[in-house]
């Protein structure tokens, strides 16, 4: 289990409703009905995002755990510690304390600079909390500490069951399947009802909070709440997303090896057609075999890296083979290298473009990384089809002093083929990087 166990399939879409459309209606509530509104239905968010529970998840707490230690540290049966709830709160009323004077001119300097970082709303709205907010805090977390401790010891206890049960499935063999298939589904009947109450401790310590604060601390609370709930989803999970970008470059890749083998391909004899395949089939599980050791190095599983080696084959394939299968089909070769740039084009366009509306100058940018990319593109497949034509006329062979073969083309041209793909992986990543910088 690779950090599955935070919420590892919940849907993408709750991230962009958080981000996209719920944070932005609690910023620009303009009365105090609206802001109400819009409070409520961030919380109704947030419980959905408790709510989501899924058999997958169940199933990864009854395997063997490869968890990180930060995973045991601020989850509590498949999603974040209720503790992180009331510790967020009081961290909001500590930074709000005002702060001794300080001695030395560094000191007031450091002082200075965070009087400026916090916000003046901050300070008002946790300068001096209430006796009864404090009590009802520490009554949230009496609560929390008792029944999370509960549900650890059953959770356990569940675990010791299951390894009690399998040792003796494995000593006797030949044991009654009706009564083991019985157990079975007792045990995950109880695991299933574990995590209904950790979610509903989850809710009710949410609703808690909600009661014992106003609306200008409800806003900043929820705030605070959605950006750590969304950059600890982003941490815990990113041993299980796939790279993208990386998966985009193997499929140019497999675009820009192509145009070399399509060029040659109707003076070859059926022996260097067979050749010619091999090839085409080693740079398929060369794709396979770097993405493994590259996945390998970031100490990725033993699955995780298998699934990435079996993506980037399959990209590098599909890149390559609609191509060759065009090269079969289409005879003119002017028809051949456009069809070659206009498909690996839009494919880089759809690519690097973005779901929001952009600036003008964001879009100026894009456009310009477009036209590098397809220049490189176009120039891959020239060069492949000037090679070609090199070879075809020993009169431009330099009188035929110069001998090109078919191998040293082909592999002329994968080697060249490498150059637009890296070109496209640093393009897609440095946008992406740029939209992330915009955005915070």
Same mark, same amino acid.
Not at 52 to 74: G, N, Q, R, W, Y
Not at 254 to 276: A, F, H
Not at 372 to 400: E, M, T, W
């Given at each position: 289990?690779?950090?599955?166990?935070?919420?590892?399939?919940?849907?993408?879409?709750?991230?962009?409703?958080?981000?996209?459309?719920?944070?932005?209606?609690?910023?620009?509530?303009?009365?105090?009905?609206?802001?109400?509104?819009?409070?409520?239905?961030?919380?109704?968010?947030?419980?959905?995002?408790?709510?989501?529970?899924?058999?997958?998840?169940?199933? @990864?707490?009854?395997?063997?755990?490869?968890?990180?230690?930060?995973?045991?540290?601020?989850?509590?049966?498949?999603?974040?510690?209720? %503790?992180?709830?009331?510790?967020?709160?009081?961290?909001?009323?500590?930074?709000?304390?005002?702060?001794?004077?300080?001695?030395?001119?560094?000191?007031?300097?450091?002082?200075?600079?965070?009087?400026?970082?916090?916000?003046? @709303?901050?300070?008002?709205?946790?300068?001096?909390?209430?006796?009864?907010?404090?009590?009802?805090?520490?009554?949230?977390?009496?609560?929390?500490?008792?029944?999370?401790?509960?549900?650890?010891?059953?959770?356990?206890?569940?675990?010791?069951?299951?390894?009690?049960?399998?040792?003796? @499935?494995?000593?006797?063999?030949?044991?009654?399947?009706?009564?083991?298939?019985?157990?079975?589904?007792?045990?995950?009947?109880?695991?299933?009802?574990?995590?209904?109450?950790?979610?509903?401790?989850?809710?009710?310590?949410?609703?808690?909070?909600?009661?014992?604060?106003? @609306?200008?601390?409800?806003?900043? %609370?929820?705030?605070?709440?959605?950006?750590?709930?969304?950059?600890?989803?982003?941490?815990?999970?990113?041993?299980?997303?796939?790279?993208?970008?990386?998966?985009?470059?193997? %499929?140019?890749?497999?675009?820009?090896?192509?145009?070399?083998?399509?060029?040659?391909?109707?003076?070859?004899?059926?022996?260097?057609?067979?050749?010619?395949?091999?090839?085409?089939?080693?740079?398929?599980?060369?794709? /396979?075999?770097?993405?493994?050791?590259?996945?390998?190095?970031?100490?990725?599983?033993?699955?995780?890296?298998?699934?990435?080696?079996?993506?980037?084959?399959?990209?590098?394939?599909?890149?390559?083979?609609?191509?060759?299968?065009?090269?079969?089909?289409?005879?003119?070769?002017?028809?051949?290298?456009?069809?070659?740039?206009?498909?690996?084009?839009?494919?880089?366009?759809?690519?690097?473009?973005?779901?929001?509306?952009?600036?003008?100058?964001?879009?100026?940018?894009?456009?310009?990384?477009?036209?590098?990319?397809? /220049?490189?593109?176009?120039?891959?497949?020239?060069?492949?089809?000037?090679?070609?034509?090199?070879? /075809?006329?020993?009169?431009?062979?330099?009188?035929?002093?110069?001998?090109?073969?078919?191998?040293?083309?082909?592999?002329?041209?994968?080697?060249?083929?490498?150059?637009?793909?890296?070109?496209?992986?640093?393009?897609?990543?440095?946008?992406?990087?740029?939209?992330?910088?915009?955005?915070?």
């Amino acid at each position: 289990m690779s950090s599955t166990i935070f919420s590892s399939k919940k849907p993408q879409e709750w991230s962009e409703t958080i981000r996209y459309k719920c944070l932005p209606l609690l910023h620009q509530a303009s009365s105090s009905s609206l802001l109400k509104e819009a409070i409520d239905g961030l919380v109704q968010e947030i419980i959905s995002h408790f709510n989501t529970l899924e058999d997958s998840t169940i199933d @990864d707490l009854l395997s063997a755990s490869e968890c990180k230690s930060m995973d045991t540290t601020f989850l509590l049966i498949g999603d974040i510690h209720p %503790f992180l709830l009331t510790n967020l709160l009081r961290i909001f009323i500590h930074l709000a304390q005002p702060k001794p004077k300080p001695k030395s001119k560094k000191d007031e300097e450091d002082g200075e600079h965070v009087s400026i970082n916090m916000l003046e @709303d901050h300070h008002l709205a946790w300068r001096e909390p209430s006796h009864e907010l404090l009590q009802k805090i520490e009554k949230i977390e009496r609560r929390v500490s008792m029944l999370s401790d509960d549900m650890v010891a059953r959770f356990k206890h569940v675990q010791r069951s299951i390894l009690t049960q399998v040792q003796e @499935d494995t000593i006797n063999e030949g044991g009654a399947k009706r009564k083991k298939k019985l157990e079975d589904e007792e045990l995950k009947k109880e695991i299933q009802i574990i995590f209904k109450y950790a979610k509903m401790l989850r809710i009710s310590v949410l609703l808690s909070i909600m009661e014992a604060i106003n @609306d200008h601390q409800r806003v900043l %609370f929820l705030q605070g709440l959605c950006q750590m709930l969304l950059a600890l989803k982003d941490k815990v999970c990113d041993e299980d997303k796939r790279d993208n970008n990386a998966l985009l470059a193997t %499929f140019i890749n497999g675009l820009m090896n192509v145009p070399s083998y399509i060029s040659i391909l109707g003076s070859m004899s059926k022996k260097e057609k067979e050749i010619t395949a091999c090839m085409f089939a080693s740079a398929v599980i060369g794709s /396979a075999g770097s993405t493994f050791v590259s996945s390998s190095m970031k100490s990725k599983g033993l699955r995780r890296t298998l699934k990435d080696a079996t993506w980037a084959s399959l990209c590098f394939f599909l890149g390559g083979v609609v191509l060759l299968g065009m090269g079969l089909l289409v005879k003119n070769r002017w028809v051949k290298m456009g069809l070659s740039i206009l498909m690996t084009s839009m494919v880089v366009g759809v690519a690097i473009s973005s779901k929001k509306k952009q600036e003008k100058k964001s879009l100026i940018k894009s456009s310009i990384r477009w036209f590098i990319i397809v /220049a490189a593109i176009s120039i891959n497949v020239g060069f492949s089809d000037i090679v070609h034509r090199l070879r /075809a006329s020993p009169k431009l062979l330099l009188l035929g002093k110069l001998h090109c073969s078919r191998s040293c083309f082909c592999l002329c041209n994968q080697n060249y083929g490498l150059l637009p793909a890296f070109l496209i992986a640093g393009a897609v990543k440095s946008y992406k990087l740029n939209e992330a910088i915009q955005e915070n």
